[in-house]
């Protein structure tokens, strides 16, 4: 398969007041098109520093990463983020902050009416029609991070980063969500980097699973192929040995491979 | 004699609506009961609405009286204080005589007799046209220049060390500056403003587009977004607040410097006018002027107070 991102030999290290901190070395990874991957390891292990890595907001102190055969100098809408912070700008409303990534990729092709329909559209996916003119700061921490998926999906990305991004919502909400990004998925055949934490989502949704060690100077620890086929329905998989298989195996890297950060939190 | 009878008739109904809700379970109410139960309601759906009308008032009353009596009763005690200075007699004239002057003044203060002549009203009006001018000069310049020291940091580190030099000089140090540039009292007053009033909004605006919150610039710099879209849909409303703060800081400081400037260029103003009034040794007035130059101040600095919470409020 043709290798999309490419990850070679990645370090990020830190300037801080107490000198150097070193957060992740030696990451080596391809994706290939097309593929959905999860990121998963502890708090703090650098899931977000590497995210922010492949989509250019920074640049790495070693090594290099390349998106398409090129190397990624600086961000750009081909790689959308869905940020673990949602980071919606509190004074548009939700459809107003779609908009804004609709029109910046689809303004110089369509009309003013295909970019508000488009909009629309990606507003409606995530079932906010009835929030689309409200602020921020009056809709629920799950209904931002909501639009912060609209946003990103809207711009119908060829690589789509995001951090945590079902992290706020409810069970029931995020099921939804899950099912809608798989769809979507299928449909668009983007890339797809996902970090979570939750080990019954990475399993559902990857092709790999990447497991990172702790920090500091975390790494790339096992990676797990999800041999599941699809289209793949929770409730079948539930009972499915290899989907158990593959959640044990990560668990047992999480909780008995990588648990002394359990260990200083007790 | 009201309150009396309706204590009483409360007192008698309690027994009697507790029956009322054993009522479903024995059916044995008889009438009277009954119709003091209906008398009860009536008399409760009628007091609390009373005492509801009447404790909101007394409240309202009650925090108008916490908010207003403080300055109140600041204001007595230094008219009080001034009184008790003055009552001896000396060249500073007491409150009763200050506003007998004063009513004298405010009579008709858009009186006009000729350019060296002009009631108070225009004295005032002709500062604030001055402040006007210069500080609107200053915002034209000041906020876009504040933008770009905050967006580009090679044309900060240029600019910085030129305002830091500049920013400690007095304004009125400007003024033969101006007088030669402009060889006019009037415009070389207006630049004194300008210079006055730049420093503020370049400098807030500058620290406020600094002070944009990185996820926001984050989101900027995935989307691409143009360089006017990133100043109109991000860091303008960012800034706004930090804007805003600079405005406020700018226009008191230009309606000090405006006395002082008008002072040493004469012609019409509340600071020229000031200067004329102790040629003539009308203490009274001066001690007018001090109370206008402050009272227009105060209203200065609130309106844009109360333009910084509207506009913030629409924009977050
Ligand atoms: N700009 C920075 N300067 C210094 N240290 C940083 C910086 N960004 C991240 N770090 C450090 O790098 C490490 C990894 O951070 P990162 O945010 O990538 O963790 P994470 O895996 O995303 O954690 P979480 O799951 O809690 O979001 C942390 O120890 C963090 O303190
Ligand atoms: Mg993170």
């Known amino acids: 398969m043709e290798k999309f991102v490419q990850i070679e030999k990645v370090g990020q290290t830190f300037e801080t007041k107490k000198g150097k901190f070193v957060a992740l070395r030696d990451i080596d990874l391809t994706l290939r098109q097309g593929e959905f991957v999860a990121l998963i390891g502890h708090s703090g292990c650098g899931k977000s520093t590497l995210l922010n890595l492949i989509a250019g907001l920074t640049t790495p102190t070693t090594g290099v990463l390349l998106c398409d055969g090129r190397e990624i100098a600086g961000p750009g809408p081909e790689r959308a983020v869905v940020f673990q912070n949602h980071s919606l700008l ?42 689309s003119s409200k602020y921020p700061h009056e809709i629920s921490g799950g209904m931002k991070q909501r639009v912060g998926i609209a946003r990103a999906l809207s711009m119908e990305p060829k690589v789509l980063l995001m951090d945590e991004p079902f992290g706020a919502l409810d069970a029931l909400t995020r099921a939804k969500l899950q099912d809608e990004l798989m769809k979507i998925c299928e449909k668009t055949q983007a890339t797809v980097v996902m970090v979570t934490h939750d080990v019954d989502e990475a399993v559902l949704l990857s092709d790999r699973i990447v497991m990172m060690t702790n920090g500091p100077a975390a790494t790339i620890g096992e990676i797990l192929e999800v041999n599941l086929p699809r289209p793949r329905a929770r409730l079948e998989l539930a009972h499915d040995a290899a989907y158990i298989d593959c959640r044990a195996a990560v668990l047992k890297f999480l909780y008995e491979k990588q648990a002394h950060v359990e260990k200083i939190a007790a | 004699m009201s309150t009396l009878t309706i204590s009483g008739d409360l007192a008698g109904a309690l027994p009697v609506d507790r029956s009322t809700q054993n009522a479903p379970s024995g059916d044995c109410t008889s009438n ?56 001896s007699g000396g060249a500073i004239p007491g409150p009763v005589k200050v506003w007998d002057a004063a009513s004298v003044l405010f009579a008709d203060p858009f009186y006009n007799n000729g350019p060296n002549d002009l009631g108070i009203g225009w004295n005032v009006l002709a500062s604030l046209e001055r402040v006007g ?11 876009p220049l504040g933008f770009m020291l905050g967006r580009f940091t090679f044309l900060a580190n240029m600019i910085n060390p030129i305002i830091s030099l500049l920013r400690p000089v007095s304004p009125l140090a400007w003024l033969p500056i101006g007088l030669l540039v402009f060889q006019k009292a009037d415009p070389a007053a207006t630049w004194t403003i300008f210079i006055c009033s730049i420093w503020p909004m370049i400098m807030n605006t500058a620290q406020g587009v600094q002070r944009v919150p990185q996820d926001y610039l984050n989101v900027a710099r995935v989307l691409d977004l143009s360089e006017w879209k990133v100043v109109t849909k991000i860091l303008f409303p960012a800034v706004l607040p930090y804007m805003l703060t600079g405005i406020r800081l700018s226009i008191g400081t230009a309606w000090l410097v405006i006395v002082a400037a008008e002072m040493l260029t004469g012609g019409v103003g509340i600071g020229f006018w000031v200067w004329d009034e102790w040629n003539n040794l009308k203490v009274e007035h001066i001690i007018i002027a001090i109370f206008i130059i402050g009272i227009v101040g105060l209203l200065l600095e609130q309106a844009l107070i109360l333009l910084a919470k509207k506009l913030t409020k629409e924009s977050s």
């Open chain 2, 133 to 143: 001018i210069g500080f609107g000069l200053a915002a034209l310049v000041g906020i």
């Open chain 1, 90 to 131: 509190p004074w548009l409303t939700c459809f107003e902050n779609v908009y804004l990534a609709v029109e910046r990729v689809f303004g110089q092709k369509e009309g003013k009416a295909k970019l508000k329909e488009r909009t629309a559209a990606a507003i409606s996916l995530v079932g906010l029609d009835h929030a």
């Open chain 2, 32 to 87: 009277p009961p009954a119709q003091a139960v209906k008398e009860t309601m009536m008399e409760k759906s009628a007091t609390p609405s009373a005492v509801e009308s009447g404790t909101p008032l007394a409240e309202h009353l009650n925090a108008l009286g916490r908010l207003v009596m403080p300055p109140v009763l600041g204001l007595l005690l230094l008219i009080g204080i001034w009184y008790v200075a003055t009552l």
